[in-house]
């Protein structure tokens, strides 16, 4: 049974390129959250989709956007990076069904914006 | 955005000593969670709350869901070397699905 998936591991990008990450979801889940972890710091939500629309979003810019797709795999695109985007990205997965169903974290992408 | 005060910052213990963190929040939480993350890894999932005074075990790792629904605490009894990490609390309110993260405890084994 396939855990929760991220590629790529890491990425460095220059300020002002555009970003793609990409999750594919424990196998059985049917929704992905996005989380930004800067260094020393807890994770912070980005946003949440299920059934292939954005249902819940933290407090960050639009230059974040998502994607998800019918497989329930998804995508998360940062656009105009400015340096203070350096972090670690983490997507975790969970049934939006009831109420014991917890999240499941993948190992997560390390951006840095030079 | 929102965080969790999460407490201690850092703990150095040596081998076999019992170890307690806690988290406190101005908010009213319905879930609490506690995470272990390892260097180059996503968190994973340790111990689950869902009721106001829960105590819940997994092994040596003891969490409590606080009655105010504003604090949890996890203890972990004889520690050992794979304990290394970093712990974080996390609450969940109202219908939301959204996690809310504290700043993490780096817990460091000695020998």
């Known amino acids: 049974d396939a855990g929760v998936t991220q590629s790529p591991t890491h990425l460095i990008k220059t300020r002002g390129q555009q970003v793609t990450l990409r999750c594919s979801p424990k196998?059985?889940?049917?929704?992905v959250s996005w989380y930004q972890q800067a260094l020393g710091q807890g994770p912070q939500f980005i946003f949440q989709y299920y059934e292939e629309e954005e249902r819940q979003r933290g407090n960050f810019p639009d230059r974040f956007s998502g994607h998800q797709f019918p497989n329930y795999s998804s995508e998360l695109n940062v656009n105009a990076l400015l340096l203070g985007d350096s972090a670690l990205y983490l997507c975790?997965?969970?049934?939006?069904?009831?109420?014991?169903?917890?999240?499941?974290f993948g190992p997560g992408t390390r951006l840095t914006v030079l | 955005g929102q965080q969790l005060n999460q407490s201690p910052q850092s703990m150095f213990i040596q081998e076999g000593e019992d170890v307690s963190m806690n988290c406190t929040s101005s908010s009213i939480f319905n879930t609490w969670l506690w995470y272990k993350q390892d260097p180059g890894e996503g968190p994973v999932l340790l111990i689950a709350?869902?009721?106001?005074?829960e105590l819940t075990s997994n092994g040596r790792l003891t969490a409590q869901f606080g009655i105010t629904r504003k604090d949890s605490f996890l203890n972990i009894s004889a520690s050992i070397p794979s304990d290394v990490g970093i712990y974080f609390c996390?609450?969940?309110?109202?219908?939301?699905?959204?996690?809310?993260f504290g700043s993490g405890t780096q817990l460091t084994v000695l020998p």
């Open positions: 975790a997965s969970s049934l939006k069904q009831g109420v014991y169903n917890e999240q499941f």
């Open positions: 709350l869902y009721k106001a005074g």
């Open positions: 196998s059985g889940h049917d929704t």
């Open positions: 996390a609450g969940r309110s109202g219908s939301a699905r959204q996690l809310t």
